[in-house]
């Protein structure tokens, strides 16, 4: 029987509602499977058939350490996705190829260093969103007003002196009322799409692993697949493969057209619970590599 390790972490456990549904997926398959931490070094990778990267999501603090976890990871079994895949995913600098490759991105300013603040925060008029070009589940990310420019540069500050570039986007205020949506694909396939409600309230998000986020079953429309698709296949061409998954979130812009705010293919959250088949999807695909 094929064994699968899927890579997590030891804060999330418990937290990862698509584990338990892929782990009955991937037996009812004919495969066995577990859960283990990535950090973990009495871990043997080398004993499975596969390593299915899920909910990692305490790598951004940590990022070179798990980006050279996955290169030994897959010299000695198959990692999905690929150590290159993340390594190019880990860093929202990607967001700057696609839109370079006139894919609708969400319009983002660009910092790497002190002196190129200021260009970066006045880039837009309204509400503006703070983050860093690496980090994981909402963490370090806020919204400002046009009168808390001194926080959001603060904000700013901070993190480009823990050594990571900045990106700031304006706040789209369809979002409050609209969401985002986000596409899965597995192996390729289009799977499901799920809606999640406006997070960002202004203040940087607080201690834990990830921001709690109200995840509802939603239909995709034309317009959000058609985006979807070209972003999938932009990326299977960047990263030179099909990536085992993919998440696609989209937001509506000013005119309701939807606009790529992130494309996962790191440690996302699939939503496997408002499709309940796409875990026996997301099994297939996994088994199908072995």
């Known amino acids: 029987m094929p064994h699968v390790l899927l890579a997590s972490c030891a804060r999330a456990r418990g937290l990862d509602d698509d584990e338990p549904m892929l782990l009955g997926a991937l037996a009812e398959a004919g495969a066995s499977a577990a859960a283990a931490d990535w950090a973990d070094p009495a871990v043997d990778w080398s004993a499975a058939d596969a390593v299915v990267v899920r909910s990692t999501w305490d790598y951004a603090a940590r990022r070179d350490e798990f980006l050279a ?8 079994t198959p990692l999905h996705n690929p150590a290159a895949v993340l390594a190019w995913n880990t860093d929202k600098r990607y967001l700057a190829e696609l839109a370079a490759a006139a894919l609708p991105v ?3 300013s660009w910092a790497a260093d002190p002196g190129e603040l200021p260009a970066a925060l006045a880039a837009w008029d309204g509400d503006v969103v703070v983050k860093p070009v690496v ?3 909402a963490r370090d990310t806020a919204r400002f007003s046009p009168a808390e420019r001194e926080a959001a540069a603060a904000l700013a500050a901070r993190i480009l002196d823990s050594g990571r570039a900045v990106m700031v986007q304006p706040y789209l205020t369809r979002l409050d009322g609209e969401g985002e949506t986000g596409l899965v694909y597995l192996d390729g396939a289009y799977s499901h799409a799920f809606g999640k409600g406006a997070l960002l309230a202004g203040e940087p998000l ?3 692993l990830f921001a709690v986020e109200t995840i509802t079953a939603r239909t995709a429309t034309p317009a959000q697949r058609g985006v979807g698709d070209a972003v999938l296949g932009a ?3 960047r990263v030179g493969a099909v ?7 989209l937001v509506p812009g000013q005119d309701g057209a939807p606009q790529v705010l992130e494309v996962e293919l790191t440690e996302p959250s699939l939503n496997l619970p408002v499709a309940p088949a796409a875990a026996q999807r997301l099994a297939e695909a996994i088994t199908a590599r072995l």
């Not at 990536?243 to 979130?249: F, K």
């Open 69 to 76: 976890w996955a290169r030994r990871v897959e010299t000695v």
């Open 106 to 108: 969400v319009p983002t």
């Open 135 to 137: 980090s994981a589940g």
């Open 206 to 208: 607080g201690p834990g």
């Open 235 to 237: 990326v299977c061409e």
């Open 243 to 249: 990536p085992l998954y993919a998440r696609v979130d």
